[in-house]
Structures are given as C-alpha cells and as structure tokens.
C-alpha cells in the first residue's frame, strides 16, 4: 500500500519561509516522478512543481519560479519544497503525489496523471 505523508506546514508572514517534507512509503521515488499541488478555498488543485525520478528535471510554475525549489532524497525516499519569498497569494492546502507512470520521461502538470496522493499541509501567509 502507498502512503504519502506530508508535513512542514504552518503559517507565515509575507516574505517568510517554509520548506514542506513529504514522505513515501511503499512506493520509491526513484522510479516515479513527483510533484507538489496546491488548492486554495474556492479553487481548483494546481500544480507547483514537479521532480523527475532521476532527480536532474524539474518544473515550476510560473507563479513559484525563482522563489521555490524542489528536491528530493532518495535515500530516504523523501521530497521537499523550499518555499522562499512566501506571498498572501501562496495560501492553499500542499499536496505532494507521485506519478501513476513509471519512469514517464517528462515531468507532468496534470493532477490526473497523479495517482497517489498525501493528505495536504496547510500553508498560510499573511501580509
């Protein structure tokens, strides 16, 4: 059984960091992609950042780039999210999910293609 398991969460002020930890069990990150969603009250999931099961490849979104970096340690089959620069804008429940493809040569922005998911960890800016 996978399991996915967040953490790192909190609440900040603007211009603050946070850095999200997501750990898998049952399923190796070496092998999947991964990413990072994120779902604000009254919106859609989007996607924040992906991570290529090699480790090289990664992918931002347009509204994160330059103020978040994801990594990841297969060793410990964990993934972060080092979230800098924290705006009002980035409040929303942070998912991490793996790739329900293996090995998938790109890096993919679709929820759909995600097929395991942890319970979210609430981040909260203020300005």
């Known amino acids: 059984q996978v399991q996915l398991v967040e953490s790192g969460g909190g609440s900040v002020m603007a211009g603050g960091s946070l850095k999200l930890s997501c750990v898998a069990y049952?399923?190796?990150?070496?092998?999947?992609?991964m990413g990072w969603f994120r779902q604000a009250p009254g919106k859609e999931r989007e996607f924040v950042a992906g991570?290529?099961?090699?480790?090289?490849?990664?992918v931002y979104a347009d509204s994160v780039k330059g103020r978040f970096t994801i990594f990841k340690d297969n060793a410990d089959n964990t993934a972060y999210l080092q979230m800098n620069n924290l705006k009002p804008e980035d409040t929303a429940l942070y998912y991490c999910?793996?790739?329900?493809?293996?090995?998938?040569?790109?890096?993919?922005?679709?929820?759909?293609?995600?097929?395991?998911w942890g319970q979210g960890t609430q981040v909260t800016v203020s300005s």
């Open positions: 999910a793996t790739d329900a493809t293996p090995r998938r040569t790109v890096v993919a922005g679709t929820p759909t293609l995600y097929d395991y």
């Open positions: 991570i290529a099961y090699f480790g090289h490849d990664t």
């Open positions: 049952g399923r190796t990150f070496s092998n999947f992609n």
